[in-house]
C-alpha cells in the first residue's frame, strides 16, 4: 500500500480531533474530486514501519479521537487487506480510538465481502458534484452516507451515524 500524507489533529475528517491517513489509489475518479493526485496506486510513498509507527505514535495522546482512513480510496484493492488489518491492530491496541472511513464503494458492496468489524464509521459512495453540497457535515455530495457500521452490524439495516 501507498500513501500521500499522514495528517495529524485533523478536525474535518470525523468526529473529534483525528489522524488522518491519505491512501494512494481510486478506480471511482470522480469528477469533481478533490484529492485526483491519489488515484493512482504506485503513487505517494510506500507504507512501511516508519510510517506505522509515525501514525501509532500520532493516535496516542488522550486528544486524539481516532483515525480516519480517505485518499484515494482505502478500500481500493491495492489497499483493503493492510488497512483492514491496521483498523485491527488500532482497535485491539487502542480500543478507545474511533475509526472511520472513506470510501467510493457502497456499503450493499461491500458488506458481505469484506471484514468491516473493526471500523465504527464508514461514509460511503462516490462523489457526485451534481450533487454538491458544501453545507454537509463530513460528505462532499448529499448521496454519500455516514454509517454507524457497529450499529448496522447488529441491526442488519443500515443505521446512520448522524444525519446531514
Known amino acids: 500500500m501507498n500513501y500521500h500524507n499522514i495528517t495529524k489533529d485533523d478536525m474535518l475528517n470525523g468526529d473529534g480531533l483525528r489522524v488522518v491517513l491519505w ?75 474511533t475509526v472511520w472511513l472513506y470510501t467510493g464503494f457502497l456499503w450493499e458492496e461491500i458488506k458481505d465481502s469484506l471484514d468491516l468489524t473493526n471500523i465504527d464509521v464508514l461514509v460511503d459512495g462516490e462523489f457526485k458534484q451534481e450533487l454538491n453540497d458544501n453545507n454537509l457535515k463530513w460528505v462532499g455530495s448529499s448521496n454519500q452516507r455516514i454509517i454507524d457500521v457497529q450499529k448496522t452490524l447488529v441491526d442488519g439495516n443500515i443505521i446512520l451515524h448522524c444525519k446531514n
Not at 488500532?90 to 480500543?95: A, D, G, R, S, T
Open 23 to 97: 491512501c494512494a489509489g481510486c478506480n471511482h475518479c470522480c469528477d469533481g474530486c478533490q484529492n485526483p493526485e491519489t488515484w493512482d496506486p504506485s503513487g505517494g510513498i510506500a507504507f512501511d514501519e516508519a510510517a506505522k509507527k509515525e501514525l501509532f505514535e500520532a493516535l496516542e495522546p488522550d486528544y486524539i479521537s481516532g483515525i480516519t482512513f480517505s485518499g484515494g480510496d482505502p478500500l481500493h484493492p491495492f489497499n483493503r487487506a493492510e488497512v483492514l488489518e491496521l483498523a485491527k491492530e488500532i482497535k485491539e491496541k487502542m480500543p478507545e480510538k
